[in-house]
Each structure stands twice: as structure tokens, then as C-alpha cells.
């Protein structure tokens, strides 16, 4: 397989992606998925094209450190007038690509017409589309799901659309392979992102279920994708990329550390980059997929879930390290 993918005028290497997760894709995961390796292009939460210009630079949302190289900025946007003072900014902060959000199902997403609602608007997205190409040289790309149904009516519509994204300029498109209103627990419709790769030209990535080595073969096989971006899993596995570069492409594995040693490096990457009052929120948020990784981990996540500060979390947390040292260590597979 391919170590390098060319994604517009960026090689990234290897063709593993970091998806955009509000709440998760901030600079104490992304440093976290760094330092076990394997990542080759990392992303920021989405960002609302509307308030960036005005966010300051000391915002944990736009927070980065030198090992999150190369990060795309997701771009939150429902009309393309907002696109350009975003772009500015964006350059201005030190982009190496940038990313069009037109899949996000979220409802208050899509009631203030962006995400997965731009798909039903495709002269809008034109639009904003040919904006942002006319703003930038970097990288441009768009994460879509597969829209409402699995139907040849939906089929006509979703080709149409990607080939309306490439002729725009779009350097890459990344797929999730689920239906608008289709919840994580389905199975993805890998099979359909193999369509998407027959109608384009440029690199098609695969998103949706990859959460290993093994599930990352089977999605290339049966997709075809350039590459594979990772997004809950890099939550509670934040060295799978890292398992998933050396079994497909030869790089280094994860080093094995303990879980309890992860989380503590969680905890202080939040505290190295969110004001008091926002770090519990998404230490809550990391924790509700970390847990996984216990066999009893539900306890440490109602445990986290139920504190009323950042303090109180972490030594909850820590009770429960104690009290399951059995199923503390991480091992490589």
C-alpha cells in the first residue's frame, strides 16, 4: 500500500487521518495521537467560519504546539460571503490545509443551515466551494456522509455532488460512509465509497469504522479509499494510528505505556491549554471513550461524569486506577 498520499500541494504520510470531533480534535489529543505516532495529517474541531476572524489566538480552539504538523482547519460555514475573512485568518495562523464541513448531522448544525443540510444545497456549497478556492492555494478539501437514502435517486444525487466538489477545485474528499440519519453503531456502507472513487479523480478517503489494523484492511479493500481517516476510535485508542501504520505501512509501533499513565497525560494537556472552567467538560468527554479500555470502565466513566470540578474527576479517576490494577497495563496486539 501506498505510504504517501498527495493531497493538493501537502504529501502527507502516512494516508492516516485525524477526523474533526467537536470536543475531542483540540491540541491535548492531537499531541496525545502524536506522541505514539502514525498520524499523518491532523484536524482542529470545526470552526464557525462566522466567528473566526474574531477568536482570539490564545482560544483552545485554535491552540497548537510544533508536533501537530501538518493540521487541516474544519471550517464551519452555511454561505459563502463568511468563507474569505476565514481563509485570511486561517492564513494567518499557519494552515496547512483546510477543510469544508458538509456532513456534520448534528440538528442544531443543520437547522442553522450547515453540515450534512449543505448537501441538500448544492448551488450554496458551489458557491462556497469557488469561494474558497479563489482564497487559498492550500490543500481544500470536504467531509460529506453519503446523504438519506441507499437508492438510486440518492445515488444520481450524491455522484453529482462529488463531481460539482472536484470541478470547484476541491484537492480531496473524505467520505463518511454513513447515511445522514444513521448513528454510529451502524455498520458503514464502505461498498459506497468505492462508487465515490469511480466518479472522481481526486483522492477519496474512507471514514467510519476503522478501529484497527484488521478493520483498516478490510475498509481499504472493500473501498478502495487513497486513505483512512480515524475519529472516535483515536479517542479511546489514541495509538491506533500508530498500530495501523505499522502493520500496513511498515512505520515504528505504538510504545507501550500503562493506561492510567494516557490518561494522566490527557488531564495535563488540558490543563496546559484550557482555562479552569472548560477543562471538565472535556475531560468528560475524552473519559466517556477511554473507559473502553477497562472491562469495568463504565464505573470510571459515570465516576468522571458525575464530578463537579476538574479536580474531583482526576482523583476519581485515580480511585479507580487503584482499585483495577489487573487491567491497567497496555499491551501492543
Given at each position: 500500500m501506498p505510504e504517501t498520499m498527495n493531497l493538493g500541494s501537502l504529501a502527507v504520510h502516512p494516508p492516516l487521518l485525524l477526523a474533526p470531533m467537536a470536543?475531542?480534535?483540540?491540541?491535548?489529543?492531537?499531541?496525545?495521537?502524536?506522541?505514539?505516532?502514525?498520524?499523518?495529517l491532523f484536524s482542529t474541531e470545526m470552526l464557525s467560519a462566522v466567528s473566526l476572524p474574531q477568536e482570539s489566538a490564545t482560544s483552545p480552539y485554535l491552540l497548537r504546539t510544533e508536533v501537530e504538523r501538518p493540521l487541516s482547519y474544519q471550517l464551519l460555514a452555511a454561505r459563502a460571503e463568511v468563507i474569505p475573512p476565514a481563509v485570511e485568518r486561517l492564513h494567518a495562523l499557519g494552515a496547512e490545509a483546510i477543510?469544508?464541513?458538509?456532513?456534520c448531522p448534528a440538528p442544531n448544525v443543520r437547522r442553522m443551515g450547515g453540515g450534512a443540510a449543505l448537501m441538500s444545497r448544492p448551488d450554496t456549497v458551489r458557491q462556497m466551494v469557488a469561494t474558497a478556492r479563489r482564497c487559498t492555494d492550500l490543500p481544500l478539501s470536504a467531509k460529506i456522509r453519503l446523504g438519506e437514502a441507499l437508492d438510486a435517486q440518492n445515488e444520481a444525487r450524491l455522484r453529482d455532488f462529488c463531481r460539482m466538489l472536484e470541478g470547484e477545485g476541491l484537492d480531496f474528499v473524505t467520505v463518511h460512509a454513513r447515511l445522514r440519519g444513521e448513528s454510529f453503531c451502524r455498520k458503514p456502507h464502505w461498498?459506497?465509497?468505492?462508487?465515490v472513487k469511480t466518479w472522481v479523480r481526486i483522492p477519496v478517503l474512507a471514514n467510519g469504522g476503522v478501529d484497527s489494523p484488521a478493520s483498516a484492511?478490510?475498509?481499504l479493500a472493500e473501498s478502495g479509499a487513497d486513505g483512512l481517516m480515524i475519529g472516535r476510535m483515536a479517542a479511546q485508542r489514541p495509538w491506533v494510528f500508530a498500530e495501523i501504520a505499522?502493520?500496513?505501512?511498515?512505520?515504528?509501533?505504538?510504545?507501550?505505556?500503562?493506561?492510567p499513565a494516557v490518561y494522566r497525560d490527557f488531564a495535563a494537556g488540558l490543563v496546559g491549554r484550557f482555562p479552569p472552567e472548560r477543562r471538565l467538560g472535556r475531560l468528560k468527554e475524552f473519559t466517556h471513550h477511554f473507559a473502553a479500555n477497562w472491562f469495568f470502565g463504565h464505573h470510571l466513566a459515570s465516576r468522571v461524569q458525575g464530578s463537579r470540578d476538574f479536580t474531583e474527576a482526576c482523583a476519581r479517576a485515580e480511585e479507580f486506577f487503584a482499585a483495577h490494577p489487573e487491567a491497567s497495563?497496555?499491551?501492543?496486539p
Open positions: 470536543g475531542l480534535s483540540h491540541s491535548a489529543l492531537r499531541t496525545l495521537i502524536a506522541g505514539f505516532g502514525g498520524c499523518g477543510d469544508l464541513n458538509l456532513g461498498g459506497w465509497v468505492a462508487k484492511r478490510a475498509c505499522r502493520d500496513l505501512y511498515g512505520r515504528p509501533g505504538p510504545k507501550p505505556l500503562s493506561l497495563a497496555f499491551e501492543q
